[in-house]
């Protein structure tokens, strides 16, 4: 249920721009929050190293103006699972250097077996996550290959459903791979734009890709070019034009979300039934043929699927099962 997004372009507000993003993503529900930027100017010595700013608790009326000039940045919002709520369990995670950062929805599944071994190579740990093992497995690996190569590389080795986005000083571009948890591309003049949930990006672009599994993106304010993750073979994006108004993203009058949506299912669900028969006749026929079918969700969608059994076995004499989105993997 993280939230993630970033930016890349000439604005130099780009912290700013991070937050107001996450602020979208609240809904989401998290613990914690963070946001990291490489800053526009270097230091006297001609270094650079990205400024992080996180902490435990809710976003409120937190602002980002200590942060410094940045025109790349990106932000999380965490609900922990590897490790307590902690500023130091928050997202962004960085690397030894301070040169390199990571923000990653999902779980690590082979985190303890990467960390061991990254503890022996001598990496200094700075939390109980098993993000931060990404961040300095990437920096291991990226002092003897390119950096993309050295980002692929450490993506490949984690196990379970993740989505991934790395940051450093040396190239102005994101690196974001995808396996199971979304992540979507927005399309900008001059500057580019990357989230777990559209919604985050319409006040920005209306323009986008969704990354599917196994596809690996670097993004720039110079463009944006999509791989596979396993091969390396280039892939054309598929760019769609959301139809929706940031209004509809919004809460509006509501006081939740929850509540917005409770009063939104009859107009969505008669536009579903008038609007979109063909779609629903192909996929009844697809599900006359199966011999099992899986009502899949999260949260309150798991509910509906809970109740979507039981019109399956009352009224079409299907057999299916609800499995919790997290589960389905399992199954």
């Known amino acids: 249920m993280c939230g993630i997004f970033g930016y890349v372009g000439t604005k130099k507000n780009a912290p700013n721009i991070v937050l107001e993003g996450l602020k ?7 613990d914690s929050w963070g946001v990291a930027a490489v800053p526009l100017e270097k230091t006297s010595l001609g270094t650079n190293t990205i400024t992080i700013k996180k902490q435990a608790g809710k976003i409120g009326a937190a602002t980002v103006t200590d942060m410094p000039t940045s025109n790349f940045a990106f ?5 922990a699972t590897h490790g307590g709520v902690t500023d130091e369990n928050a997202h962004p995670h960085i690397d030894c250097t301070g040169t390199i950062s990571v923000i990653h929805n999902g779980i690590i ?19 109980e996550t098993d993000t931060e093992v990404a961040v300095h497995l990437i920096e291991e690996y990226s002092k003897r290959m390119m950096f993309t190569k050295a980002v692929q590389k450490a993506f490949n080795e984690m196990e379970g459903l993740n989505a991934l986005i790395v940051m450093n000083t040396k190239d102005h571009k994101f690196i974001a791979a995808r396996n199971g948890s979304p992540l979507v591309i927005g399309f900008g003049f001059g500057e580019n734009y990357l989230a777990s949930d559209a919604a985050a990006l319409l006040p920005h672009t209306k323009q986008v890709h969704y990354l599917e599994d196994g596809e690996m ?5 110079k463009g944006v070019m999509i791989f596979n993750a396993k091969t390396g073979s280039f892939i054309h994006p598929k760019k769609q034009t959301l139809t929706w108004t940031v209004k509809q993203a919004e809460k509006g009058h509501y006081q939740y979300f929850m509540l917005k949506e409770i009063h939104e299912q ?10 979109s028969t063909s779609h629903a006749a ?10 099992l079918t899986y009502m899949v969700g999260c949260g309150t969608a798991s509910y509906a699927g809970l109740a979507g059994t039981v019109l399956f076995s009352k009224i079409a004499n299907q057999q299916s099962v609800p499995v ?3 589960e389905f993997f399992y199954y």
């Not at 932000?75 to 609900?79: E, V």
């Open 24 to 30: 979208t993503l609240e809904y989401r529900g998290y």
């Open 75 to 79: 932000g999380h919002t965490r609900w």
């Open 109 to 127: 599944e082979n985190y303890e077996q990467l960390r061991t071994k990254l503890l022996k190579s001598g990496h200094i740990f700075q939390s």
């Open 217 to 221: 993106a670097i993004v720039s304010e």
């Open 266 to 275: 009859p107009g969505i669900v008669t536009d579903i039934a008038t609007g």
């Open 282 to 291: 192909r996929l009844a026929k697809i599900i006359k043929k199966a011999d």
């Open 324 to 326: 919790v989105g997290s």
